[in-house]
């Protein structure tokens, strides 16, 4: 406790070493004495979780300090790079996680070198070893069929030795240090800066500069064996590879039991600080295949921000990563998905040129939307029909798990199409922590029957997918149909996307009968989400801004309504005129008479609690006025006789 409240004492005080430098060679010293901190008695694999909290926050106080103030710390960049390569060297001192820590903090300062062919040459002497090791045939080999990648990671087999850890050692060394480098591997923010240091190529069709990073050519030898590798992870939870697996590793496919509590909102202390964090071979294989899986795709998403332009304009990447990272997705579960929508494709889409829309991004999305259209409709069939037949299920944490799992990755994947159809912020800036970089539009002059409210614009990229019939139609199916799915937050970001598609959707030649479904997936939510007060005004709103968009050119919207149980012809063609009438003087009608207008034609379509459905309103006549004794007022001060001081106070 005291070791780790002195090295926080320290990395917050570090920006004062501008006005003291030369205490910066004895606060190195103490941190690396933190990065080698231990315990008499304890070896590298039996340290305690309190020993390797002091290492990791020494390494992160290192990583914090070469961050946000590299020019106080580049002056002393060789006696950092010494430390490293020295304890690196010994096997018994640095864990995997601790060396790669210390790897990010030089990278991060030799972004300070300002001079591309340094740069290059010294992530070489990291990335070096890593290559031998990552594509050597052993390696290669290994992770090339899930057959292969099973047999190679140990998981055939139950053995106490672990014969097979230093093949999984291997494996998740190479990746986390490909993270490490495209995480915080960057080119000069200053254009002048990064043309002198020979960061810039050429120039874009837009007239921008095409920067190259310094470790392009390096990890471009590794992502092939990434790829591969992605693929394999999807195809290990085919049956015919899970039943060559031990059933003593049967645990390693489950969920990570921290991700388990989060999901179900659980915090509960798993382990003492104290206590050693030594664990089963099984466990270690979940951790393994949890670990790996998630850091695939940190590859990816770190090629696309890192790599930039050169890993866009790898020849024929669609196909690459249609044959290797989209393949099988079928086999993965539902919470497996998680990383490719919010971790990898986030930021693959974020940081795509506009002139690789029509050759990457679309051929990808095709694939993909569809794919997430036909599933997440299935999951959410099967969460409707439990809620429906109010089953018994032996296993209830299980059967809530996979319910809060399927909101989850439904939540990510809308948010993730929000990003697509959103506008952005042109001035991107590398690296800056901040994964939305976007900025909201000012709402265009809006013709007579729209909606004022503000609005973002639609993005280059969303009106690309637009012009793409198929892919259009799958997200729109989806977009609309999640409106109905029986999650509030579901809803609320479902109505986000509409709107960004109900910008091009009356412009798309749509069949009226289309239109008239989607009218009816935007009124369907009345019946599920009705019985909450607060949703319904939100529906409506919904409702009526999505009549008045489409009311103009299609005008057998009005069929919909006419079709409500219950609901008056008159009273829905009295709505229609009057909204045509306001349309053609221009005067519109006030919001809440137009919303409880509409609510009135609707109404039957509301859902009511079983609570609330028989209610019958109790009135009561006339009540006796109740008996209250009056309140005793007061008496002035010269209707008393008590003294108060007054005449004291100004008599002298």
């Known amino acids: 406790m005291i070791a780790s409240c002195v090295l926080s004492c320290v990395s917050t005080l570090f920006p004062t070493i501008r006005y003291s430098p030369h205490f910066l060679g004895p606060i190195l010293d103490k941190l690396f004495a933190g990065v080698t901190f231990s315990v008499p008695g304890q ?34 960049f060789n006696k950092i790079y010494t430390a490293t390569k020295r304890l690196s060297a010994d096997p018994n001192q640095l864990t995997q996680l601790e060396k790669v820590a210390l790897y990010e903090a030089l990278i991060l300062l030799s972004n300070q070198f300002n001079d591309y062919r340094k740069q290059r040459d010294f992530l070489a002497t990291i990335l070096e070893p890593v290559a031998t090791v990552w594509n050597s045939q052993e390696v290669t080999l290994g992770i090339s069929t899930p057959e292969n990648f099973v047999e190679f990671v140990g998981l055939t087999k139950y053995d106490e030795q672990d014969p097979k850890g230093i093949n999984r050692a291997n494996i998740i060394g190479s990746v986390q240090t490909i993270v490490a480098v495209t995480k915080r591997c960057t080119w000069p923010e200053n254009e002048q800066e990064a043309m002198a240091g020979g960061f810039i190529q050429g120039t874009m069709e837009n007239g921008k500069p095409i920067y190259r990073s310094a470790c392009a050519p390096l990890i471009a030898q590794l992502l092939n064996n990434v790829l591969i590798l992605t693929r394999t992870m999807n195809a290990i939870w085919s049956r015919d590879v899970q039943s060559k697996v031990d059933p003593a590793f049967k645990q390693a496919y489950e969920m990570m039991e921290c991700d388990r509590l989060a999901l179900l909102g659980s915090f509960s202390m798993i382990s003492s600080c104290d206590s050693q ?96 259209l036909i599933r997440l409709g299935q999951c959410w069939e099967e969460v409707h029909e439990k809620t429906a037949t109010n089953s018994d299920s032996d296993e209830p944490e299980k059967e809530v798990l996979e319910d809060q799992v399927v909101k989850h990755v439904t939540k990510d994947y809308l948010d993730f199409l929000r990003n697509v159809f959103r506008i952005r912020d042109q001035a991107l800036k590398k690296n800056s922590g901040n994964d939305e970089m976007e900025t909201e539009a000012k709402p265009e002059k809006l013709e007579p029957g729209e909606k004022t409210s503000e609005f973002f614009s639609l993005s280059d990229l969303g009106k690309a997918i637009v012009k793409t019939e198929d892919l259009m139609q799958n997200i729109t199916l989806f977009v609309y149909s999640a409106l109905s799915f029986d999650d509030s937050n579901v809803y609320f970001k479902a109505i986000g996307v509409a709107h960004l598609l109900l910008q091009e959707l009356p412009n798309c030649n749509l069949l009226p009968e289309a239109v008239n479904h989607l009218f009816v997936a935007v009124l369907r939510p009345l019946q599920v989400h009705g019985h909450h007060d607060s949703h319904v005004s939100t529906i409506l709103n919904n409702a009526i801004y999505h009549y008045d968009v489409f009311r103009p050119k299609y005008p057998k919207i009005i069929d919909v309504l006419l079709h409500v149980p219950g609901c008056d012809a008159e009273a829905v063609q009295a709505y229609d005129s009057k909204v045509l009438t306001t ?70």
Not at 596 to 610: E, G, N, S, T
């Open 583 to 652: 349309w053609s003087i221009g005067k519109p009608i006030p919001d809440k008479k137009k919303k409880d207008h509409f609510k009135k034609l609707v109404q039957p379509l509301i859902r009511v609690v079983v609570s609330n459905k028989y209610k019958k309103e109790v009135m009561f006549g006339k009540m006796p006025r109740l008996y209250r004794p009056p309140k005793p007022k007061a008496p002035t001060v010269d209707e008393t006789s008590q003294e108060y001081g007054l005449i004291q106070l100004f008599k002298d």
């Open 43 to 76: 070896s590298k694999k039996t340290r305690t979780r309190s020993v390797q909290n002091v290492r990791r926050h020494a390494c992160s106080a290192l990583i914090k300090m070469c961050r946000d103030n590299p020019e106080l710390v580049m002056p002393e």
């Open 277 to 372: 964090t030594l664990k089963t071979l099984p466990d270690k294989l979940q951790s393994f295949l949890t670990m790996l899986h998630d850091l695939c795709y940190h590859t990816l998403a770190g090629a696309s921000t890192c790599l930039g332009y050169e890993f866009y304009a790898t020849p024929n990447l669609a196909k690459q990563l249609l044959s290797t990272t989209f393949t099988s997705l079928h086999l993965l579960p539902n919470h497996k998905l998680r990383p490719i929508i919010r971790v990898f494709l986030k930021l693959f889409v974020l940081y795509c040129p506009l002139e690789f829309y029509f050759s990457l991004l679309i051929p990808i999305f095709r694939g993909f939307c569809e794919y997430m």
